[in-house]
């Protein structure tokens, strides 16, 4: 017998693991999200800077307000709580009352995260529960849109962002007039929808468009995701499948009746669809896991999308989509696990 | 309630029983769909706490007069008649003296008769107490009850609708919070305050924990 024998650890799998901790991931992506944000206040000015910071310090007082309750460590330096409050401002309208978006921010975290026991054990994408709520809270609040490039952005503030807390905010047709030549306050969505008429691919592209904060400019937030998936910290399957799925249901409606529905350029580019797809359809908590799982997640959260847009009453379903697309991600799971190596049969 | 080999309770803590330690909304979460339903405005939720607790009481009351003549066998037909009969009173009653009140609560009277806290206060104390402690005991469950919903209700009608009883309380400019008047701000409410309700239960655990832990060592 030789003195020296190989060491063999006795462990359970998983033997090989990624020296990648959730902090490196999460720190990422808010990386990949400012410049989205940048883009965004300079589209809209000071109200949108506004916008994205309440949001996110409302997150981040909410989780460490729910740290201190819980009697638990303090979970800020993960970076999650950034990214849920740059996410929820992202998708609100750059005039939204400041005070409305501390309402979601907290509804966020408190409702979408902490009541399920905080990050990764949540269901639904905290930063969806906390724009669904507002949504629900201020309907008009939340569909109120602003011309993008206004001349002073950088001078002054949109009249409603500083509404005080609990009141209504004025009504700002008037002035989004005044600052934008011909401004119709509607995002190309709603155009679509009720006055059928078609922005072009090219605007929606660069975000010369009408929308919430950060839902503009999708060539944008396409080269966000494209770094994020090369680094390998998003599923790059969840966006394929969510655009795929969409395309080919816009096309199909398009095949049927071309003179109704638009095509599938307008559909992909416009809205919240392709920051949807690649930033909270992507989030690693409420997707599933298994490859063939994540196709089929991906392309309901599409179809549904589509669907909610054509035949909802909402100009936009992507949020609805994807909170449904979170709430199938177990059962998915459950039905596309892999077959165990060696096993027999369907199930081990 | 009385339990065989422990001291009957006094007449205060059996009144508290529905207030504190075993609140119909708070504790047993029973009887939610009219909670839940009818806890838009504090106006609603008081008058649909106080039909509840007529019923309760009155039906409690008969139900424990009788308690030893109704056979086993067909008790429940029998207290579910007794409740009929009181929730139509209620029913006429609430017509007669609010219309406004008696529209805005709609099925939610005659469903009354089906609320899970009378027909379990009925079998579960009235059937085995004496009509005093009985009726000490329903009126302590309805008036918890009540507090229960006027609890639901208040925040929902201030938030949803910025008044309180219909009084405006923030001026004309107030932004209501159309989520808390729909279904989903009922939810919300409510777990918010068996959060609040869970929390103040264990601190006062806690507390009277520690006061015994330390009359013991001292």
Redesign the interface.
């Known amino acids: 017998m030789t003195g020296k024998s190989p060491r063999i650890e006795l462990r359970a799998a998983p033997h090989v693991k990624r020296p990648v901790g959730v902090e490196t991931i999460m720190r990422n992506v808010v990386l990949a999200l400012l410049p989205i944000a940048a883009f965004s206040v300079w589209q809209y000015g000071l109200s949108a800077l506004a916008l994205l910071v309440t949001a996110t310090l409302a997150c981040l007082a909410t989780e460490r307000w729910v740290n201190r309750l819980a009697g638990g460590p303090n979970t800020l330096s993960d970076w999650s709580a950034t990214i849920t409050g740059l996410l929820l401002g992202l998708t609100l309208p750059p005039s939204f009352p400041l005070w ?1 978006a501390a309402v979601a921010g907290f509804a966020a975290i408190a ?1 979408g995260k902490a ?1 399920f026991g905080g990050l990764g054990h949540n269901v639904f994408n905290p930063a969806l529960v906390g724009r669904a ?1 507002v949504q ?4 008009v ?1 939340i569909t109120t849109w602003v011309p993008a490039y206004a001349p002073d952005r950088f001078t002054s503030f949109i009249p409603t962002t500083f ?2 807390p ?4 004025p009504d700002i047709s008037a002035w989004a007039k005044a600052a934008v030549d011909g401004f119709t306050g509607a995002t190309p969505l709603a155009r679509w929808k009720f006055e059928n008429l078609l922005a072009t691919p090219a605007d929606l592209l660069s975000g010369a468009v009408t929308a919430s904060a950060g839902e503009t400019s999708a060539l944008l937030i396409l080269a966000c995701g494209l770094y994020l998936a090369a680094r390998r910290f998003l599923d790059w399957r969840i966006p394929v499948a969510v655009l795929g799925a969409a395309a080919l249901t816009a096309w199909a409606f398009q095949f049927a009746g071309p003179e109704r529905y638009p095509d599938p350029a307008f559909v992909l580019l416009s809205g919240g669809l392709m920051l949807g797809a690649v930033f909270m359809a992507t989030d690693m908590a409420t997707s599933p896991v298994t490859p063939k799982g994540v196709w089929i997640y991906g392309a309901t959260i599409g179809v549904l999308t589509v669907m909610i847009r054509y035949f909802g009453g909402l100009t936009e379903g992507v949020m609805y989509a994807i909170l449904i697309g979170n709430a199938l991600a177990p059962l998915i799971d459950q039905y596309t696990q892999p077959r165990v190596f060696g096993a027999r049969g369907r199930r081990a | 309630m009385a339990i065989p080999g422990q001291q009957p309770l006094s007449h205060l803590e059996e009144f508290m029983e529905g207030i504190w330690k075993q609140n119909p909304v708070f504790v047993m979460v029973l009887g939610m769909c009219p909670v839940l339903a009818v806890s838009v405005s504090a106006v609603n939720a008081l008058s649909m706490g106080v039909a509840t607790t007529f019923v309760l009481l009155c039906s409690t009351l008969l139900v424990s007069l009788i308690r030893n003549v109704v056979p086993k066998e067909v008790r429940i037909a029998t207290y579910i008649v007794i409740i009929a009969t009181f929730v139509t009173v209620v029913d006429y009653l609430i017509a007669a003296i609010s219309l406004a009140v008696y529209e805005a609560l709609g099925a939610f009277i005659q469903l009354i008769v089906v609320n899970c806290i009378i027909l379990g206060r009925a079998e579960a104390h009235a059937s085995k107490n004496p009509p005093l402690r009985t009726a000490v005991n329903a009126l302590g469950m309805g008036a918890g009850f009540t507090i229960g919903l006027f609890a639901l209700g208040s925040v929902r009608e201030i938030l949803g609708a910025g008044k309180l009883f219909g009084v405006a309380l923030f001026g004309p400019d107030f932004q209501p919070w159309v989520v808390m008047v729909l279904p989903p701000g009922g939810f919300f409410v409510l777990g918010a305050w068996l959060l609040l309700f869970n929390w103040l239960k264990n601190r006062a655990a806690g507390s009277a924990g520690k006061l015994a832990e330390g009359g013991a060592h001292g």
């Not at chain 1, 609990?166 to 905010?169: D, I, L, Q, R, S």
Request: cysteine-free; charged content about 0%.
């Open positions: 409305m409702l009541l709520f629900a809270a201020f309907p609040s509404t005080l609990f009141m209504t905010p």
